[in-house]
């Protein structure tokens, strides 16, 4: 059971928008940065969004981020076949002393 | 342009010890950044397992923390972990990556090493 809290699943047809949250507490997403990786299958992970709302360079703006309290959301606009992927949320618990990660979001592009 | 990787045995017994190296190029480790093991269990989510800082400090998950050290060795630009009294639940794929400070992102990743603990 994740610290941070991920829908195991979403889907959306190729074009069409989809959004993944990440649900914490004020011990972790209310009090510091949250960042979200991409991780392809077969693959490692790769930073897709930092600080809450950063890209990378690379990174293109079809990906966004943002935060409101303790819950923070990554968008993906014009869904590729490409983007099937996981994507995690992550961040650090002051509670627990540690840097967490939400479960994992499985995206399907049908 | 900074790359990692990781190198060590595939397999490791139970009740054994587990011990990766992680080499670092195109970045000096002890010039910035804390450098970090991570692990991910077949078909599960991402674990951090600790990081080292550049000036040596470690910073371990408190539920690895009595197995867990993690060292730099900066004469040849790496870093490596070691897993005490491993079980079959420290069958994972293996990363190494970085993070800067409070800001707690990680860029970029070596490409993972799966270790089976298994007799």
């Known amino acids: 059971q994740s610290v941070l809290t991920q829908p195991p699943s979403v889907s959306a047809a190729p074009g069409q928008k989809v959004t993944i949250s990440c649900s914490g507490t004020?011990?972790?997403?209310?009090?510091?940065?949250v960042s979200w990786y991409q991780q392809l299958p077969g693959a490692a992970p790769k930073l897709l969004i930092y600080e809450n709302i950063k890209r990378p360079s690379g990174i293109p703006d079809r990906f966004s981020g943002s935060k409101s309290g303790t819950s923070a959301t990554l968008d993906i606009t014009g869904l590729q076949t490409g983007d099937e992927a996981d994507y995690y949320c992550?961040?650090?618990?002051?509670?627990?002393?540690?840097?967490?990660f939400g479960g994992g979001t499985k995206l399907a592009v049908l | 342009q900074v790359q990692l990787q990781e190198s060590g045995p595939g397999l490791v017994k139970p009740s054994e010890t587990l011990s990766l190296t992680c080499a670092v190029s195109g970045y000096s480790i002890s010039s910035d950044y804390y450098w970090d093991w991570m692990r991910q269990p077949p078909g599960k989510g991402l674990e951090w397992i600790g990081s080292i800082k550049y000036g040596g400090r470690t910073y371990y998950n408190p539920s690895l923390k009595s197995r867990v050290t993690i060292s730099l060795d900066t004469s040849n630009n790496n870093f490596s972990v070691r897993l005490s009294s491993v079980t079959a639940a420290d069958t994972a794929v293996y990363y190494c990556?970085?993070?800067?400070?409070?800001?707690?992102?990680?860029?970029?990743w070596g490409q993972g090493t799966l270790v089976t603990v298994s007799s």
């Open positions: 004020s011990f972790n997403i209310g009090n510091g940065y």
């Open positions: 990556t970085r993070h800067k400070g409070e800001l707690n992102w990680f860029d970029p």
């Open positions: 992550g961040t650090w618990d002051s509670s627990l002393t540690a840097l967490i």
